[in-house]
């Protein structure tokens, strides 16, 4: 191979090792993209929503294990998290923080309570209109050490903590940020969603 082309391709291989590099880095450590299948979280977020997730918020995991190492801060009552779920660690679920270590936690027809007080939740959506047992009545419960208790905001659509309990501190793979894509299919690209702050 002529020496010119020999140095220009292995220009190009190191130039594409470092990409590969930093997307792992980048991945691993920092943000990861996520899409919305389901509709648990309706109207907050829609199915086909794509989203970047802060993995660096609440700590670094050092791969393969979960192990966290340098928190910025802990999860808080209404973040918007992506966690591993506890029924089948291959599939990330997206649900909201209601409660934290220590809440008591509490639904009497449909309506939340947490500490005794119940809260005012503009984000939340219902379908129907019965109350049920376990979904709509449960608690009151204290949310132990170290772990979550999280609900979907499409409140009577939501598979959550109600149903197969609390999250892991070590299972949160991070905080919601942005949408930056957002579309029904091809044909109908939702562009007022694209750049907005998940909340």
Do not use: C
Request: charged share 30%; no cysteine.
């Amino acid at each position: 191979m002529n020496p010119r082309w020999q140095k220009v391709l292995l220009e190009y291989l190191e130039a594409l090792a470092v990409a590969l590099i930093l997307a792992f880095v980048i991945r691993t450590f920092v943000v990861q993209a996520f899409k919305i299948p389901s509709g648990s979280m309706l109207d907050t977020l829609l199915i086909g929503d794509h989203l970047l997730v802060n993995k660096f918020l609440y700590g670094t995991r050092i791969p393969f294990t979960d192990k966290v190492i340098m928190p910025l801060e802990d999860p808080q009552r209404g973040d918007v998290i992506v966690f591993e779920f506890p029924e089948d660690t291959s599939k990330d679920f997206i649900k909201r923080i209601i409660g934290v270590p220590g809440d008591v936690v509490e639904m009497k027809d449909k309506a939340l309570y947490r500490n005794g007080e119940k809260l005012v939740e503009p984000y939340i959506k219902h379908t129907d209109p019965n109350a049920q047992q376990r979904r709509d009545n449960f608690g009151p419960i204290t949310v132990p050490a170290g772990k979550y208790f999280v609900l979907g905001d499409n409140r009577d659509e939501s598979y959550d903590s109600r149903f197969w309990g609390f999250v892991d501190k070590e299972k949160i793979r991070g905080k919601a940020w942005v949408i930056y894509w957002s579309w029904d299919g091809p044909s109908e690209i939702r562009f007022d969603r694209i750049g907005r702050m998940v909340k």
